[in-house]
């Protein structure tokens, strides 16, 4: 059984930062890529960043230089540093882990207020 857990997620004012961060546990030999996604209310999930095992990034337009992932492969960890955040970017933020199959976490609620 393989879990995901998120955390770090909250109320952050517009320009701030906030940082989450994903642990996956369980019966784990190796982890691919992992990603962070988002949901705002009423709108479809979207991939905002994502890394492979050996440090290869992709990031969506709307948070390319202003979000950074990163992850720590002997944590079995991925993280998402947000940095200049606007109020658009307010959602369920979920994490995601391709292991034998993919993996979701529970979701952490990011509110940027302006």
């Known amino acids: 059984q393989v879990q995901l857990v998120e955390s770090g997620g909250g109320v952050v004012q517009a320009g701030g930062s906030l940082r989450l961060s994903c642990a996956a546990s369980g019966s784990i030999f190796s982890i691919g890529p992992m990603g962070w996604y988002r949901q705002a209310q009423g709108k479809q999930r979207e991939l905002v960043a994502r890394?492979?095992?050996?440090?290869?990034?992709y990031y969506s337009d709307s948070v390319k230089g202003r979000f950074t992932i990163s992850r720590d492969n002997a944590k079995n960890t991925v993280y998402l540093q947000m940095n200049s955040v606007k109020p658009e970017d307010t959602a369920v933020y979920y994490c995601?882990?391709?292991?034998?199959?993919?993996?979701w976490g529970q979701g952490t609620q990011v509110t940027v207020s302006s």
């Open positions: 890394i492979t095992r050996y440090g290869s990034t």
């Open positions: 995601n882990a391709e292991i034998t199959s993919a993996y």
